[in-house]
Nanobody
Framework: QVQLVESGGGLVQAGGSLRLSCTASGRTFSNAVMGWFRQVPGKEREFVAI????????RYTDSVKGRFTISRDNAKNSVYLQMNNLKPEDTAVYSC??????????????WGKGTLVTVSS
């Protein structure tokens, strides 16, 4: 059974930083796309960042460009999201996801349950 488990969420003041981690088990994703999404209660899930199988290509939603960095460690079957200069509007449940294809245009098939990030003003 494939599992994606996130960690690293918490409460931080505006301007602060957090680093989210996601480790997969049950399947290797070293040749597959991985990404981060977020959701605020009552709103639709939003794409945040995505990274290709070898880390060579990354994409971000406009609102986090220059502040967030996605990275991965295939040896650890893990993906990370470094979040700097956090803003109250970044408050959400952050979930990692993984696909079966290698590129950043591959769809996601597996999802974690999420970790809550709260940014106070």
């Amino acid at each position: 059974q494939v599992q994606l488990v996130e960690s690293g969420g918490g409460l931080v003041q505006a301007g602060g930083s957090l680093r989210l981690s996601c480790t997969a088990s049950g399947r290797t994703f070293s040749n597959a796309v991985m990404g981060w999404f977020r959701q605020v209660p009552g709103k639709e899930r939003e794409f945040v960042a995505i990274i290709s199988w070898n880390g060579g290509t990354t994409r971000y939603t406009d609102s986090v460009k220059g502040r967030f960095t996605i990275s991965r460690d295939n040896a650890k079957n893990s993906v990370y999201l470094q979040m700097n200069n956090l803003k109250p509007e970044d408050t959400a449940v952050y979930s990692c996801a993984a696909g079966r294809g290698p590129t950043t245009y591959s769809p996601m098939h597996y999802w974690g349950k999420g970790t809550l990030v709260t940014v106070s003003s």
